[in-house]
């Protein structure tokens, strides 16, 4: 597996070995020895899955508290732009965001430590999107920031005008709106 940093200290893209042949593939996205070998040291303890249409985004979610989440995140069917957003009070990336396209043939993953806020955008007819992740969901502890955010500046890859999004996404804070109730 070839593991790459980003620009934000513990989100890394991951890159499974993926053997190739006339049958089609065998590729191997989790591996506990592995990714121990690599330091990851997450016991994940659930697998969620969605399956959503083109210009879907889904984001930016986050659990507070105790019930923050790592996640390992990877598009199954399809291609998506994946994001996750710097949550941590004290990092010096605070607000900065990592984009990075996911898809089915490369099998690219997103590590995600606890402390961020995650969502994704399908930039195909269709995608089947998976992700692991390492605490419970906890619906008291659920918080968003508002995806179109304009201080965030992210590039979901879709026109504003073929963006699908729930009610609920619409109405999350801006991240300056955020830093307000946090303090």
Known sequence: MNIIKTHIDGVYILEPKIHRDGRGYFVEPWNERTFRK????YSFVQ???SFSHYGTV??????????AQAKLVRALQGRVMDVAVDLR?????FGQHVAVELDDHLMRM???PRG???????LSETAVFGYKVDNFY??????GLLFNDSE??????VPTDKIIASERDRLFPTLAEYKKCTR
């Open 110 to 112: 997103l590590m995600i």
């Open 89 to 93: 009070p004290a990092s010096p990336t």
């Open 47 to 49: 697998d969620n899955q």
């Open 38 to 41: 690599n330091g990851f040291r």
């Open 138 to 143: 906890n619906k008291e502890a659920e918080g």
């Open 152 to 157: 965030l500046g992210i590039d979901w890859g």
């Open 58 to 67: 889904r984001a930016l979610h986050f659990q507070r508290d105790e019930s």
């Open 116 to 122: 961020f806020a995650h969502g994704f955008s399908v």
